[in-house]
């Protein structure tokens, strides 16, 4: 292949709208009611991202999307579902993300590499909904959503990786279930330097060259010499 595998996993998922959502034919008042809550979801994003689990009250969340506190409560719940609620944007939006590099065309290396590219992207343009899924908050219904979204995300790189090696490309003595688990786990650690308080910490804008190299070495890691 001519082309750069990475470079057209990137152009492939470039071309591809996310989180669109599906059009409806909603009243006026429908309208406001959902711009009222992503407004309350927006707010309470921020402040999860800003301050930690301990900024987010009903009462913060509503003077940051400069509503009532009451209309908080009617549009969404209390704390706990503020939480609930933010953690579900993020698993519907990372999942959008995953599923259209898993719709990919390529053989096994390249989807390979455009999951991971689709994971790093999803980072970089939904930076607070990626932080939510791998420092998610103490609640027990977000917990477990999220730990279901990951183990189903990953259950979908682990078939990938078995089938690479039915077709003699990944090494036969790699574990599916626990390869997914360490390939998902050592991108989060590439992906979270971009948040490292000190001079370790990652531009953005050099993301891509850092994780082009992290992804050669995981794919060459696993794959069969002489492909």
């Known amino acids: 292949m001519d082309c750069n595998?990475?470079?057209?996993?990137?152009l492939y998922l470039e071309s591809i709208p996310f989180y669109?959502?599906?059009?409806?034919?909603?009243s006026r008042t429908q309208r406001r009611t959902a711009a009222t809550r992503l407004?309350?979801?927006?707010?309470?994003?921020?402040?999860l991202m800003e301050g930690g689990l301990g900024a987010v009250t009903p009462e913060a969340v509503a003077t940051r999307a400069d509503v009532a506190v009451q209309t908080l409560y009617n549009r969404?719940?209390?704390?706990?579902?503020?939480?609930?609620?933010?953690?579900?944007r993020a698993?519907?939006?990372?999942?959008?993300?995953?599923?259209?590099?898993?719709?990919?065309?390529?053989?096994?290396?390249?989807?390979?590499?455009?999951?991971?590219?689709?994971?790093?992207?999803f980072a970089k343009e939904r930076p607070h909904q990626f932080r939510i899924l791998i420092e998610p908050p103490n609640e027990p219904e977000a917990l477990t959503r999220i730990a279901t979204l990951i183990r189903q995300q990953n259950a979908k790189l682990a078939v990938l990786l078995r089938r690479g090696i039915d077709e003699g490309r990944v090494h036969a003595d790699v574990e599916p279930e626990h390869a997914s688990t360490a390939l998902w786990a050592m991108m989060n650690g590439v992906i979270s330097l971009m948040w490292r308080p000190d001079s370790l910490r990652l531009d953005v804008n050099h993301l891509d060259a850092l994780l082009g190299t992290a992804i050669?070495?995981?794919?060459?890691?696993?794959?069969?010499?002489?492909n």
């Not at 595998?5 to 990137?10: R, S, V, Y």
């Not at 407004?39 to 402040?47: T, Y």
């Not at 050669?216 to 002489?226: C, H, W």
């Open 5 to 10: 595998p990475l470079l057209e996993c990137i």
């Open 20 to 26: 669109e959502g599906k059009p409806r034919m909603e």
């Open 39 to 47: 407004a309350i979801l927006e707010a309470a994003e921020a402040l």
């Open 76 to 88: 969404v719940g209390g704390r706990s579902a503020l939480l609930i609620a933010v953690a579900e």
């Open 91 to 121: 698993l519907e939006e990372n999942r959008q993300y995953m599923d259209a590099a898993y719709a990919s065309d390529g053989d096994v290396e390249k989807k390979l590499r455009c999951v991971a590219v689709a994971y790093a992207r």
């Open 216 to 226: 050669s070495l995981l794919t060459d890691g696993i794959k069969v010499r002489g």
